[in-house]
T-cell receptor, first 117, second 115 residues
């Protein structure tokens, strides 16, 4: 069965340091997509970055990059030069083809990141 | 701003009551998704509509129902409310819903409190 695991319930990081948020996934499909979302304390869910299973290069979006290790089934989010505004919950999600041919998102439990000044 | 709108932002009601949550997708998006986020269960997919028709069902209770109208806005109806229904309800939209790389864009959510 498809599953997303985020092993870090919470993290404290010093401002300006880089931070890596872990995400491992389980799927038997060869084609799948991996997403990261950010949820600040205000509650909205903000899309950050996407990685496809066939993408040869790691995805990057500004200060966000995805460390994609397909053989290990991991898709860790790296935030460079962390800022106070990065304090939020971060969710990893995966999409693959479900049995009924619909592509649904499967979500991890999230990691609460707190940036210390 | 994702372009997805949800109303109301907050809702306080009593057990046994019925409420309707409203969502307008981003311009051009045909798929709408509803999610429930509670403290103890994380983000749970409820239901998806595509161009007015139900496409996929997740962990949606029988007391809950949804529909998508011809103008593509969607409503989630929650009835016979229980204390455990208190949660943040998100609507998300995407272009079609059948592509792996398709991003779902979320609305700001409706925070429901059942007393």
């Amino acid at each position: 069965a498809q599953k997303i695991t985020q092993t870090q319930p919470g993290m404290f990081v010093q401002e300006k340091e880089a931070v890596t948020l872990d995400c491992t996934y389980d799927t038997s499909d060869q084609s799948y997509g991996l997403f990261w979302y950010k949820q600040p304390s205000s509650g909205e869910m903000i899309f950050l970055i996407y990685q496809g299973s066939y993408d040869e290069q790691n995805a990057t979006e500004g200060r966000y990059s995805l460390n994609f290790q397909k053989a290990r089934k991991s898709a860790n989010l790296v935030i460079s030069a962390s800022q106070l505004g990065d304090s939020a919950m971060y969710f990893c999600a995966m999409r693959d083809k479900t049995m009924d041919s619909n592509y649904q998102l499967i979500w991890g439990a999230g990691t609460k990141l707190i940036i210390k000044p | 701003d994702s372009g997805v709108t949800q109303t109301p932002k907050h809702l306080i009601t009593a057990t046994g009551q019925r409420v309707t949550l409203r969502c307008s997708p981003r311009s051009g998006d045909l798929s709408v998704y509803w999610y429930q986020q509670s403290l103890d269960q994380g983000l749970q997919f409820l239901i998806q509509y595509y161009n007015g028709e139900e496409r996929a069902k997740g962990n949606i209770l029988e007391r809950f129902s949804a529909q998508q109208f011809p103008d593509l806005h969607s409503e989630l109806n929650l009835s016979s409310l229980e204390l455990g229904d208190s949660a943040l309800y998100f609507c998300a939209s995407s272009v079609g819903g059948r592509l792996l790389q398709e991003t779902q864009y979320f609305g700001p959510g409706t925070r429901l409190l059942v007393l």
